[in-house]
């Protein structure tokens, strides 16, 4: 059984939820992969700058989550709640 971690920073959850809501329009907006990443790079990477080590593991996983079921990993199944 895998334990769910949650952010211990409400900010850093927000963010998150922010940038999923986003995540179809970057996608839209940049078709081409390279511009993609730099585009999806631009928005996660202050999240991730601003996260003790714990709330990092969970903002990873979140961002693992959302480009999995975006479709952006290839091979990775989609259709999984992030939390």
Same mark, same amino acid.
């Given at each position: 059984m895998t334990k769910r971690m949650h952010s211990q920073d409400p900010k850093v959850k927000a963010s998150l939820d922010v940038l999923e809501g986003r995540l179809e329009q970057i996608i839209e907006q940049n078709p081409d992969d390279a511009a993609f990443w730099k /585009?999806? =790079? &631009? @928005? =996660?990477?202050?999240?991730? $700058? =601003? &996260? *003790?080590? %714990? @709330? /990092? /593991?969970? $903002? %990873? +996983? %979140?961002? @693992? #989550?959302?480009? %999995? *079921? $975006?479709?952006?990993?290839? +091979?990775?199944?989609? +259709? &999984?709640? #992030?939390?």
């Open positions: /585009a999806f =790079s &631009t @928005d =996660s990477e202050p999240i991730l $700058a =601003s &996260t *003790n080590e %714990r @709330d /990092a /593991a969970y $903002a %990873r +996983g %979140r961002l @693992d #989550c959302m480009l %999995r *079921n $975006a479709g952006m990993i290839p +091979g990775e199944e989609e +259709g &999984t709640p #992030c939390e």
